[in-house]
């Protein structure tokens, strides 16, 4: 397994990634197919930090060995709980709220350097899992969420979804290895666009762009 760079940290009391197996019918189809289903959640909007990435690898490790165990396994998917963004506006959901910035502004340039691998090391993990990978969106993915988005296999968002690339507006780089994805799938040209103008793009629009493979009215379609 690779080496967890974030090994000297100690973990958080409640993890805050999660997996279970679990079972669905895709497209109306009759025969359940056996899944694992990640889950990410945490009280600050499922911001994405130091604790979280080490939950994470955590995580992975203990998928990639059931899948090595359960060849009836045939899919896996990432639909992390939905936040409220706001207290005074409920209806505005998170579904990644970027990097946590209050624990970003106090790094220096070695934990910046192992904060970086973390998540880079997840999203090639996300990839290269035994199985294919489904990314369901419901809600707001803004910088390293639209990020990670972009890891697995096939891609869902629900019609009120957004990507929301906001790196560079708050001074901060591509931080998660996921500029390639984003190139592979936009081309150069859209990809700059969509990264130097901090672009919003809603579910519709993703699709359209080929960043999103199917949008679904709501989050309860996939149920």
């Not at 895709?26 to 889950?39: F, G």
């Not at 220096?108 to 350097?113: H, I, Y």
């Not at 700059?192 to 960043?211: H, M």
């Amino acid at each position: 397994m690779p080496e967890n760079p974030l090994h000297s940290i100690e973990p958080p009391q409640k993890p805050q990634v999660f997996w279970k197996p679990q079972k669905y019918r895709l497209n109306k189809q009759k025969t359940e197919i056996q899944t694992i289903e990640i889950t990410l959640s945490n009280e600050r909007l499922n911001s994405l930090g130091q604790k979280t990435a080490q939950d994470f690898i955590q995580c992975l490790d203990e998928i990639e060995t059931e899948l090595r165990k359960n060849s009836k396994i045939s899919l896996a998917v990432f639909r992390p709980r939905v936040q409220a963004a706001k207290k005074s506006n409920p209806k505005t959901k998170a579904w990644i709220a970027v990097g946590d910035l209050k624990e970003l502004f106090h790094f220096g340039q070695k934990q910046a350097k192992l904060y970086a691998e973390s998540w880079t090391q997840i999203g090639k993990r996300l990839d290269n899992l035994a199985v294919p990978l489904l990314v369901v969106c419901d809600g707001a993915a803004i910088g390293g969420g639209a990020e990670l988005f972009l890891r697995g296999d096939f891609h869902w968002m629900t019609s009120q979804s957004k990507l929301i690339f906001k790196q560079l507006e708050i001074g901060l780089p591509l931080g998660y290895g996921s500029t390639s994805k984003l190139i592979a799938k936009v081309g150069e040209q859209k990809a700059k666009n969509l990264i130097f103008l901090s672009k919003k793009v809603n579910a519709q629009e993703a699709l359209e762009l080929g960043l999103a493979d199917k949008v679904l009215a709501n989050n309860s379609d996939f149920d």
